[in-house]
């Protein structure tokens, strides 16, 4: 709504700014009409059919430019409404990210098929009134999410014979995409309140609890060999931080395994120890089963002693977990 006042306000006060005063007998002043046209200085409104934007720039490019995003805000402010169901459809698992998911899919370049209705330059600057068909708005993002409804189904499709950790893994990078899909479902059910949803409803509430699932049933031991300990401490802070179970020993409930193995090279170099770990990270299904093996190199020093030494290639393994991810080091893929 401040949106409304102010472009009426600007345009009111542009209309004025152009108005030219001619010279009357007398010394008296005279005002001339406008010269901006009817449609920017009154713009027409949005019907069941349509949206209208306007834009202004110093060139039409960006004055079409200009209007397409004065679209797509109309659109993300209308997503505000949505319906109760794809509302319920962004809970707590993406809830962060669903209005900057919904922006992008707005966002002028994302909006497609637009007509351009008028256009006028005045005092060197352009001025675009741009359409954009509700149908084909629809269309578009219609065949959009069936695109990413079946790259969802195949990606699920493809759970069942991996290990505990695997899903887990899996689930990481398909509950985006669910996000994403609701997106699309919460523009097109905001442009078209009669779109049928509750086919997609029941499969993404569906997955947003396996993944949840998948979360709160993992269990993973971290075991390694002793002069890898300050390597396994790293791993276990970052799996942790992930919000997943860990535990320093094997118990009933462990389904998944992160084995370290390797050797140590130790040797003093210019009166400093430094410590070479060239080590061997498996990752393991509770039945003991490899699953993935992921071969790692580091190197640390110290004036101190080797202990100090492990603990700074610790600390460079460590730099390469936060700067990859823990999964990413770990040989899975997220």
Request: overall charge neutral.
């Amino acid at each position: 709504m401040n949106n409304m006042y102010s472009r009426a306000f600007f345009f009111c006060v542009l209309g004025l700014s152009l108005t030219a005063c001619v010279s009357l007998p007398g010394g008296g002043l005279k005002q001339e009409e406008s010269l901006l046209p009817h449609w920017v200085l009154n713009p027409p409104a949005d019907d069941s059919q349509t949206y209208y934007g306007i834009g202004q720039a110093w060139d039409l490019s960006h004055a079409k430019k200009v209007a397409l995003q004065e679209i797509s805000s109309k659109i993300s402010v209308s997503v505000g409404g949505a319906s109760e169901t794809t509302s319920t459809l962004h809970n707590d698992l993406f809830q962060e990210s669903a209005f900057v998911r919904i922006n992008t899919k707005t966002q002028d370049k994302e909006l497609q098929n637009y007509s351009v209705e008028q256009v006028v330059q005045n005092s060197g600057q352009f001025y675009a009134l741009i359409s954009i068909a509700k149908a084909d708005l629809v269309n578009s993002w219609r065949l959009k999410l069936e695109r990413l409804d079946r790259l969802i189904e195949a990606d699920v499709a493809g759970l069942s014979p991996l290990s505990a950790l695997e899903q887990y893994v899996a689930w990481g990078s398909i509950i985006p995409k669910v996000g994403d899909a609701v997106s699309y479902l919460s523009l097109i059910t905001t442009v078209n309140p009669g779109f049928q949803v509750s086919s997609y409803e029941q499969r993404y509430l569906g997955y947003q609890k396996s993944a949840r699932d998948a979360s709160n049933n993992l269990n993973v031991y971290v075991n390694s060999e002793t002069n890898f300990i300050p390597v396994s401490k790293k791993i276990i802070k970052h799996l942790t931080q992930s919000g997943i179970k860990v535990s320093e020993s094997k118990t009933k409930q462990t389904n998944a395994i992160v084995e370290i193995k390797g050797t140590e090279r130790k040797q003093i170099v210019f009166e400093s120890y430094t410590v070479e770990l060239r080590m061997t990270i498996a990752i393991l299904n509770s039945s003991g089963k490899i699953i993935v093996t992921t071969p790692i190199n580091v190197s640390g020093g110290s004036v101190i002693d080797y202990a100090s030494a492990r603990i700074s290639a610790a600390n460079k393994l460590n730099n390469k977990i936060e700067k990859n991810g823990v999964f990413s080091v770990l040989g899975l893929t997220q």
